[in-house]
C-alpha cells in the first residue's frame, strides 16, 4: 500500500483518502493556480499509526522520496545549510475540522539550515525567529498529543511565541531544553527524523479531547483519521512585502456579492486564524499589493465558477507573490445562505432547484435575525465585530471550564481574550461567544458560525481574568447576565429589548419557487414550504 502521494493535478484520490484540504490543493492545481509544492500522507496511514501506535512500515522510505520530489520542485535542499527547504506539516480529515488538530510550521530548519537561512536572507533575526516558531509548533504539536494546553513545562501553546521575542537564541535553547525531556532524547536535529516525529505528533492529535469532542458535536465518525499534508512553506513574514490572510468570494454574514476576509502584512497564517493578532480588512490589499489583490481576485472568481457556489480560501504572499493553501466551500447559513443561493441562480450559476435543495429547513430557522432593539434604550458595554448573526443571552463565564459548570444551571456567555482549539468544549457549553481580540475569520468567529452561535470578536479594551471581566471601566462578576448581538456586533448588561429583522427579498423568491415546485400555494410556515418543495426535487432526483 502507498502510504504517500504527491500533489498535483494529476493526483487521483477521494476526500476520504486524501483528506479535504489535500483534495482542496488537487483542485487548485487543476485550475492552474498558484500552490507551494507538496505531498500528503493519506488517512490510511494514519489510521494505521492509531492502530499499531506507531509509524507504518515502509513510511520513512515513501516520505524521504517525496521529500526528494519537493527539493526537486524548489531547487532547495530539506535540512541543508545552503537553499534550505522548509516544510510546513499540517492536518487535514476527509471533513473539515477547523483548528481542532495539530501544525508544525517551518520544519527543516535545523541549526544548519537555520544559519542558511539566515546567510541567504541576510537577515540573522528573522531565521531565528522561524526557527523558534519551527521548535513552538513542535512542542505544542507533542503536549497536544496528550491533550494540554501548553507546550513541555509551560511553554507556550502553538503559535504563542512571537517571532519578534527580544531573546530568541535564549528561547530557542529552553524550548529545545523543554522538548528533549518531553522526549526523553535530544530534539532531532536531521530534517528527515523531524518530520517522521511530526506527521506522529498530528496523526495522535486526531485522538486529543478537543478533536473528539468536535467530532461529537458535529457527527463525524471516530474512525475516519487525518491526512497530512506536507508543503514547501512560504513566508508571510518574510519582509515588508509579505504577509497572509483568508478570504470568502462572498460575505459569510449576508452573503452580498463582494470579497471578504481578513489580512496581516509580515506575519504568518496561524497568527490570522489565532485571534491574537489585529488583522486589516482583506480590501486593503488592493492599495498596498494591487498584484496580490488581482491575483486573489482571479482564484475567487475560478473557484467559485468550479464549485457554483462560494468559497473559501487561506492564502500568504511573499515579497509580493501571491501562493494559495487551503481551500473549500463557503458553508453559510441562515439568510446568507438563501442569499447566495438565490444570486447564483439569478446569475445562471446554478438552477431554482438546485438553489431550494442548498437551502435547508435550518437555514431558515435563521433567517429572520433577532437584533438588539436600536430604540430599546439597551446599556451596551461594548462593541466590537458581529462574526455569527443572531441574539445569545447568559451569564459570563471567562474560562471553559466555568462555561461548562454553569451550562447545568442556565445558559452562559463565554468571554476570553481569544478562544483556541482548547476551548471547545466552553464552546459547545455556551450559547454565544465573545473575544477581545480576533476577526471575522479567527478560530472564535469560524467555530461560533459553524455551530450557529452567536458572536462578536475584537472587543477593543476588554480584559478578561479569572472569573470577571473588565470594559469600559466596568467590572463584571462571573455569572453577570448579558446579551450579545452576533449580527451588530454589541455586547449589553441584562436582558434588553430584542426585535427580529423582516424576511428579505431573497427569502422571499426562494419560497415561491418552493411553492411553484411542490405546487402548493396555501401558504403556511415558511420551513414546511421548503421542505415540501424539497421532498419533490428529492422524489424525482430518485426517479432519475
Not at 59 to 75: N, Y
Not at 256 to 268: I, K, M, S, T
Not at 393 to 422: K, N
Not at 467 to 487: A, F, I, P
Amino acid at each position: 500500500m502507498r502510504w504517500v502521494r504527491p500533489l498535483s493535478a494529476g493526483t487521483r484520490g477521494t476526500a476520504r483518502t486524501l483528506g479535504a484540504k489535500a483534495h482542496g490543493l488537487v483542485l487548485l492545481h487543476r485550475l492552474g493556480l498558484r500552490v507551494p509544492p507538496a505531498f500528503v500522507v493519506t488517512t490510511q496511514a494514519c489510521r494505521a499509526f492509531l492502530r499499531d501506535g506507531r509509524l507504518p512500515e515502509g513510511l520513512d522510505g515513501e516520505l524521504a522520496a517525496a521529500v526528494g520530489g519537493l527539493e526537486a520542485a524548489t531547487g532547495r535542499r530539506f535540512g541543508g545549510p545552503r537553499l534550505p527547504l522548509a516544510v510546513s506539516v499540517r492536518s487535514g480529515a476527509g471533513v473539515s475540522m477547523p483548528g481542532m488538530m495539530d501544525t508544525v510550521l517551518n520544519l527543516g530548519l535545523t541549526d544548519g539550515a537555520a544559519a542558511g537561512l539566515a546567510a541567504e536572507t541576510g537577515d540573522p533575526r528573522f531565521a531565528l525567529g522561524s526557527r523558534l516558531r519551527f521548535l513552538s509548533t513542535l512542542a505544542s504539536a507533542l503536549t497536544d498529543a496528550d491533550g494540554a494546553g501548553t507546550a513541555p513545562g509551560g511553554a507556550p501553546a502553538q503559535g504563542d511565541t512571537d517571532d519578534g521575542e527580544a531573546d530568541p537564541a535564549g528561547a530557542i535553547a529552553e524550548l529545545q531544553e523543554r522538548i528533549g525531556r518531553r522526549l526523553g532524547r535530544p530534539v532531532p536535529d536531521e530534517a528527515a527524523a523531524q518530520l517522521e516525529l511530526a506527521v506522529g505528533a498530528v496523526f495522535s492529535s486526531w485522538e486529543s479531547p478537543r478533536a473528539r469532542t468536535y467530532r461529537d458535536l458535529h457527527g463525524i465518525p471516530h474512525d475516519l483519521g487525518t491526512a497530512v499534508v506536507v508543503q514547501a512553506m512560504v513566508f508571510g513574514n518574510r519582509d515588508g512585502r509579505s504577509g497572509s490572510g483568508v478570504a470568502f468570494s462572498r460575505d459569510p454574514d449576508t452573503g452580498g456579492n463582494a470579497p471578504f476576509g481578513e489580512v496581516l502584512c509580515g506575519r504568518q497564517g496561524d497568527d490570522v486564524v489565532s485571534g491574537r493578532a489585529a488583522t486589516r480588512p482583506l480590501r486593503e490589499l488592493a492599495d498596498r499589493e494591487p498584484a496580490v489583490w488581482a491575483g486573489l481576485l482571479d482564484a475567487l472568481g475560478r473557484i467559485e465558477e468550479h464549485y457554483r457556489d462560494a468559497c473559501y480560501v487561506e492564502f500568504t504572499f511573499q515579497s509580493g507573490e501571491l501562493w494559495l493553501l487551503q481551500v473549500r466551500p463557503g458553508r453559510f447559513v441562515g439568510a446568507a445562505a438563501v442569499r447566495v443561493a438565490t444570486e447564483l441562480a439569478d446569475e445562471g450559476a446554478i438552477g431554482r432547484r438546485e438553489a431550494l435543495l442548498r437551502v435547508s429547513p435550518h437555514h431558515l430557522r435563521h433567517v429572520r435575525t433577532p437584533r438588539l432593539d436600536p430604540a430599546g434604550e439597551a446599556d451596551v458595554l461594548a462593541r466590537g465585530l458581529g462574526a455569527c448573526p443572531g441574539i445569545a443571552v447568559g451569564g459570563v463565564a471567562t474560562t471553559s471550564e466555568a462555561a461548562v459548570r454553569m451550562a447545568a444551571d442556565g445558559p452562559v456567555v463565554l468571554v476570553r481574550p481569544e478562544t483556541s482549539p482548547h476551548d471547545m468544549r466552553g464552546l459547545a457549553a455556551a450559547a454565544g461567544v465573545v473575544t477581545a481580540r480576533g476577526g471575522p475569520a479567527s478560530h472564535a468567529a469560524v467555530v461560533a458560525r459553524a455551530m450557529g452561535k452567536p458572536a462578536v470578536v475584537g472587543v477593543a479594551g476588554l480584559s478578561v481574568g479569572a472569573d470577571w471581566m473588565e470594559v469600559g471601566g466596568r467590572t463584571l462578576g462571573e455569572g453577570s447576565v448579558v446579551t450579545v448581538d452576533g449580527t451588530g456586533g454589541e455586547v449589553a448588561l441584562g436582558r434588553p429589548r430584542i426585535i427580529v429583522t423582516a424576511a428579505d427579498e431573497h427569502l422571499h423568491r426562494l419560497l415561491a419557487w418552493a411553492d411553484d415546485v411542490s405546487g402548493d400555494r396555501s401558504g403556511g410556515d415558511e420551513a414546511d414550504r421548503l421542505e415540501a418543495a424539497r421532498a419533490v426535487l428529492g422524489r424525482g432526483r430518485r426517479r432519475g
